[in-house]
T-cell receptor
Framework: GESVGLHLPTLSVQEGDNSIINCAYS??????FIWYKQESGKGPQFIIDIRSNMDKRQGQRVTVLLNKTVKHLSLQIAATQPGDSAVYFCAEGYSGGYQKVTFGTGTKLQVIP | KAGVTQTPRYLIKTRGQQVTLSCSPI?????VSWYQQTPGQGLQFLFE???????NKGNFPGRFSGRQFSNSRSEMNVSTLELGDSALYLC?????????????FGPGTRLLVL
């Protein structure tokens, strides 16, 4: 498969444990935040998003937390599975204009069976 | 519904050449965005097209250009290739490209410049 990042921070998690991936964003004007998952050889895949008027949003096995005070975003994955192994990107955008999403550098999640 | 498709998947060029990459969005999607992904810089926004018009542009030199056709398919062109242009080029589509819309990505075109 294709390498999507050679110098990414890596998080290693035991199968069945919970994973927490963190992200700091930079633009105070951003009001829309997204998490993407990128598997080897594929493009980024949408996981979950959150608006700035929320501080928590839950999906299936995933939860995103937003702390606007410190410009911090986190993705929690419950009961991590081998299929969760991938690179995870946070992204920020502004809902008022056209799409121009800014991506973070990414975190590689390795699930240990 | 078919996803975003990109052609070719892999490409090898030499410095000074030019290249054209193609993207077909999801049926019904009219906004197409292009990103460059490299290990050093991550995912960087190139430009966004809607109704054959470029609406937004990232910080890339003029060697990078694009266009969109009436059927929403898009192409991007890189002229006078440099070694640093080696990257994965990703295309993403959404309905109308509004700030809060979900973008759907294609698998990318891997460009290697020798």
């Amino acid at each position: 498969g294709e390498s999507v990042g050679l110098h990414l921070p890596t998080l290693s998690v035991q199968e069945g444990d919970n994973s927490i991936i963190n992200c700091a964003y930079s633009n105070s004007a951003s009001d829309y935040f997204i998490w993407y998952k990128q598997e080897s050889g594929k493009g980024p895949q949408f996981i979950i998003d959150i608006r700035s008027n929320m501080d928590k949003r839950q999906g299936q096995r995933v939860t995103v937390l937003l702390n606007k005070t410190v410009k911090h975003l986190s993705l929690q994955i419950a009961a991590t599975q081998p299929g969760d192994s991938a690179v995870y990107f946070c992204a920020e955008g502004y809902s008022g204009g056209y799409q121009k999403v800014t991506f973070g550098t990414g975190t590689k999640l390795q699930v240990i069976p | 519904k078919a996803g975003v498709t990109q052609t070719p998947r892999y490409l090898i060029k030499t410095r000074g050449q030019q290249v054209t990459l193609s993207c077909s969005p999801i049926s019904g999607h009219r906004s197409v965005s292009w990103y460059q992904q490299t290990p050093g810089q991550g995912l960087q926004f190139l430009f966004e097209y809607f109704s054959e018009t470029q609406r937004n542009k990232g910080n890339f030199p003029g060697r990078f250009s694009g266009r969109q056709f009436s059927n929403s398919r898009s192409e991007m062109n890189v002229s006078t290739l440099e070694l640093g242009d080696s990257a994965l080029y990703l295309c993403a589509s959404s309905l109308v490209g509004a700030g809060r819309e979900t973008q759907y990505f294609g698998p990318g075109t891997r460009l290697l410049v020798l």
